[in-house]
């Protein structure tokens, strides 16, 4: 750290201008660049032409040797790679060099470099991962400014759309006026996004997938007499499928690598509470005060909510599970290897989304039974039901992608329909008590509100319809029997006591 009273070193930013057919509005853009930002921050010009016929690379190195006192390159792509292809080659320029932040202009005037200073305040004072320019934060300014009705209305009907099926409340998505933390874009596939004009609306999705901080803030608008590029109702289609794909995701119905920016481990097995679900059936089925062993216990969460309900719960995990409370027991052990955990003073037995990732499910469940005795304990078990309806329509289409989450999830190894899981369980010596269909996760997805609670409905009322259809998961209560060797031992026992007793009578 300086010394008190040394300057502080400035922040790197890059003004990436994006330009393609604009040999004749670059000059005026760059000059319009507020000359303060460049004292401010340790800037550097960036102006990419996207093989342009014309003259734009030309004006812009003309620019360069004319204002030495402005760091700046000019680069040209030898072939077009589309509005978001040119980004990628900013983006990946402003992370190879090192930069604190990017920002995009257009290098046809449409966004005004006049607003740098303002838009950028957010980011400096650390308060902000992306700032967003919005012409719509004050409407009738889009349309004085020349915005045309059509796009007007388009704008604010798919914009309003989005924020439906993401659960954000943004003014707008569709400005191309953007401020990036770099250290942001680097957590980002963005390398996987569109090369056409919806990369902007993936780069947003990724950002709130991240849950980076996205501020907004108004800027001016202008239309001139640019050329539209944008096919509009392209457009409009490419950016709802986006939005749609990045709903699945997130539901782990879909698996879309560009939209995956989770970590690792055991936490991102979250809970899924307050509607119906795999852990809302498990917690409760269990009755308060019951002694339970939750068996690939991930975090804890589930352990924890049975706690809450006075539950004796122990937990078994290949990690030590992170929100697990009290003196209960943890055992700490791969799940593939011979269980070495106890289960006799337990009543119920947890395995919620266990079965899927053992290499064995077969061999697991058969040396669990070797541990019961004649106390029947009841077995809660959920799994993922590889028969849903989305999954089918996947393979109609010729696809089956594993992902990070979900059905699909890269971890596991086995897959079950209703009639397999049944039948693994009946061979193992258990008995079927109840089966139940479980929904997705619409709640988790779109929240708690409308839309989320009534994709929910919907769901269930499949789930009556069919279940091996429209069931996301499978969830079963059973109860456990003694194994063949336990038996056998038990009743050379009991008999040779009764012998014994009839021998002494």
Known sequence: MPPTGEAQPRKRLLIFVIAYYADSTLKEVLERVPRSILTDFDCEVLVIDDASQDRTFEVGRA???????????????????????????GYAYAIAKRFDFVAMLHADGQYAPEALPELMRPLAEGRADAVLGSRMMQPMDALKGGMPLYKFVGNRILSRLQNLMLGTRLSEFHSGYRIYSVRALERLPVRLNSDDFHFDTEIIIQMLNARARVV?????????????????????KDVLLATVKNVLHRSNVFYQRRFDVGGAGNTHYELKLGYASSHTFAIDAVPAGARVLDVGAGPGGVASELQRKGCHTAVVDQFAPAEVAGEEPVYVQDLNDPPRFPVGDRDYLLLLDVIEHLRSPEQFLAQLRARFD??????????????????????????????????????HTRLFTFRTIRQLLVDEGFRIKRVRGVPAPFPKVFGNGLIGRGALAANLALIRVSKTLFSYQIYIEAETTPDVDFLLADTTRQSARRAELATGS
């Open 216 to 236: 907004e803030l108004p800027i001016p608008t202008y239309y001139g007499s640019e050329i539209s590029r944008v096919n509009g109702m392209k457009y409009a």
């Open 374 to 411: 004649n106390r029947p304990k009841t077995m809660i078990l959920t799994t993922p039901n590889i028969a849903f309806v989305v999954q089918r329509l996947m393979l109609l289409f010729g696809q089956f992608n594993y992902g990070r989450l979900g059905i699909l999830d890269r971890t």
């Open 63 to 89: 620019y360069q040797a004319a204002h030495p006192e402005m760091p700046m390159t000019v680069l040209r792509n030898e072939y077009n790679q589309g509005y978001g292809g040119n980004q990628k080659i």
